[in-house]
């Protein structure tokens, strides 16, 4: 089992749609949570971390159920410029520091 | 936040040769990463390279094959050995910045633009 899955995708989307993306996460060392971005041929990027209240930056909220280690995303109102792949992220601390990143999920927005 | 270059951007290179990327951090870091990324797969980390000291590496990676060196702490290099065309990939280099910022504690990884390797 993978220790950090993700719904591959693609989702498509037309623009204005609510979109939802899933993650689960198998070590409950796991410490931190985030979303990345990734465009086409560029490097992955922070979109925003989780917290365990959840949390809200504009169109995006991402929420975390440590109970059931999954992790979410949901962005309103989808934009064109919002295509791209969503990466879930997990920290590990266990005897070190160790990042594990998701395989990612594909988000295509249609005008 | 950090800003990471790397060179080359891309390479085209025969299998059996070598190939090593740099990558360059514009502040000072412990702890330098090295990662792989296949065409639609995740991030695989290949090692962590400590200034000082030997890098470590995951498992399904070895020195041999994938020398690093970190001579500074703005500085890495990655060599991929012996190339073959399942090595074909993109590499990327990551630091990750831990810090406090209006009370709040944040932990973000940076990467590199990467560089794109095709082994014909």
């Known amino acids: 089992r993978k220790e950090v899955e993700q719904d591959p995708g693609p989702f498509n989307v037309p623009e204005g749609a609510t979109v939802a993306f899933n993650c689960t996460y198998s070590?409950?060392?796991?410490?931190?949570f985030f979303w990345y971005r990734q465009d086409c041929r560029k490097e992955p990027k922070l979109l925003m971390s989780?917290?365990?209240s959840g949390n809200e930056d504009g169109r995006f909220t991402a929420q975390l159920n440590r109970a059931s280690q999954y992790i979410s995303l949901l962005i309103r109102d989808s934009k064109l410029s919002d295509s791209a792949t969503y990466l879930c992220v997990v920290n590990i601390l266990t005897g070190g520091f160790k990042t594990i990143f998701g395989a990612g999920t594909r988000l295509f927005v249609k005008a | 936040s950090a800003v990471i270059s790397q060179k080359p951007s891309r390479d085209i290179c025969q299998r059996g040769t070598s190939l090593t990327i740099q990558c360059q951090v514009d502040s000072q870091v412990t702890m330098m990463f090295w990662y792989r990324q296949q065409p639609g797969q995740s991030l695989t980390l290949i090692a962590t390279?400590?200034?000082?000291?030997?890098?470590?590496?995951e498992s399904g990676f070895v020195i041999d094959k994938f020398p690093i060196s970190r001579p500074n702490l703005t500085f890495s290099t990655l060599t991929v050995s012996n190339m073959s065309p399942e090595d074909s990939s993109i590499y990327l280099c990551?630091?990750?910045?831990?810090?406090?910022?209006?009370?709040?504690?944040?932990?973000?990884?940076?990467f590199g633009p990467g560089t794109r390797l095709t082994v014909l």
């Open positions: 989780v917290y365990s």
């Open positions: 990551s630091v990750n910045l831990l810090g406090l910022a209006g009370g709040l504690s944040y932990n973000e990884q940076f």
């Open positions: 070590n409950s060392a796991s410490q931190s």
């Open positions: 390279a400590n200034q000082g000291s030997e890098a470590t590496y």
